[in-house]
């Protein structure tokens, strides 16, 4: 029984041997282009002296200076609004809570308020 099996084993390798042959090698094919030599090299001399665009650190150049499409006192007066204007990222924006305008002057409403804070009585 064992020489079967190395009767059998020997057969099927020496099918996997012959079977598994590989490709004759060639030798080196010669190189077909296009391209005149003088072509080639004019590009090469081209590519050698630009800027390299796989180099690292080449997108941290610094960038050309943008043209806005607006004037900067608009854009100024724009920010200075939306600095003055309510927080929309505050919790409870647009929650109805609004903002009036008083007639009645900062000074006044300090002084009632130091008033009302050491316990005085207001006299309106």
């Given at each position: 029984?064992?020489?079967?099996?190395?009767?059998?084993a020997?057969?099927?390798?020496l099918?996997a041997?012959f079977?598994?042959?590989?490709?004759?090698?060639?030798?080196?094919?010669?190189p077909?282009?296009?391209?005149?030599?003088?072509?080639?090299r004019?590009q090469?001399v081209?590519?050698?002296?630009?800027e390299n665009?796989?180099?690292?650190g080449?997108?941290?150049r610094v960038?050309?200076a943008?043209?806005?499409?607006?004037d900067?006192a608009s854009?100024?007066?724009?920010?200075?609004?939306?600095?003055h204007?309510?927080?929309r990222?505050?919790d409870?924006y647009?929650?109805?809570?609004?903002?009036?305008?008083?007639t009645?002057?900062r000074?006044t409403v300090r002084?009632?308020?130091?008033?009302?804070?050491?316990?005085?009585?207001?006299?309106?």
């Amino acid at each position: 029984m064992n020489t079967s099996k190395i009767i059998a084993a020997a057969a099927v390798s020496l099918l996997a041997a012959f079977g598994a042959q590989a490709e004759t090698y060639e030798g080196v094919h010669a190189p077909v282009s296009a391209n005149a030599r003088a072509d080639v090299r004019s590009q090469a001399v081209v590519a050698a002296r630009s800027e390299n665009p796989y180099a690292e650190g080449v997108s941290s150049r610094v960038a050309p200076a943008l043209v806005a499409s607006t004037d900067r006192a608009s854009v100024r007066n724009e920010a200075v609004a939306a600095a003055h204007s309510a927080d929309r990222f505050a919790d409870g924006y647009g929650q109805g809570v609004t903002t009036l305008n008083s007639t009645i002057d900062r000074a006044t409403v300090r002084a009632e308020a130091r008033a009302a804070a050491r316990g005085q009585q207001l006299a309106l």
